[in-house]
């Protein structure tokens, strides 16, 4: 079975817009998120596998290491409990 992420139940994605940032808000916990991060994880959406994400990420930044780097942040967060 392909895995295809979702934010945990648990978790919320918000905006920041005094911080300029995304944050994920967990139970007793928030996450500021740096970078592409948030725009990443609003992609996680359950309908998209995760080699799906890659390529549509592949797209938007061309030359960046997507291929390597998306994967292993998914699985972080999945091993994190973040993502279903």
């Known amino acids: 079975m392909t895995w295809r992420p979702v ?3 648990t978790a919320v994605l ?4 005094v911080r300029g940032t995304d944050l994920l ?7 500021v998120l ?4 948030g725009g990443v994880l609003r ?4 309908s998209r596998a995760v080699p799906d ?8 930044f ?4 997507v291929a390597t780097e998306v994967p292993e ?3 972080a967060l999945r091993r994190e409990g973040w993502l279903r």
């Open 73 to 75: 942040f998914l699985s």
């Open 14 to 17: 918000r905006h920041d817009r």
């Open 62 to 65: 061309p030359g960046a290491p």
């Open 7 to 9: 934010l945990a139940r």
């Open 34 to 37: 740096h970078g592409r991060a």
């Open 43 to 46: 992609l996680c959406d359950g």
């Open 53 to 60: 994400i890659v390529a549509e990420l592949t797209t938007a």
């Open 25 to 31: 808000l967990l139970p007793e916990r928030v996450v």
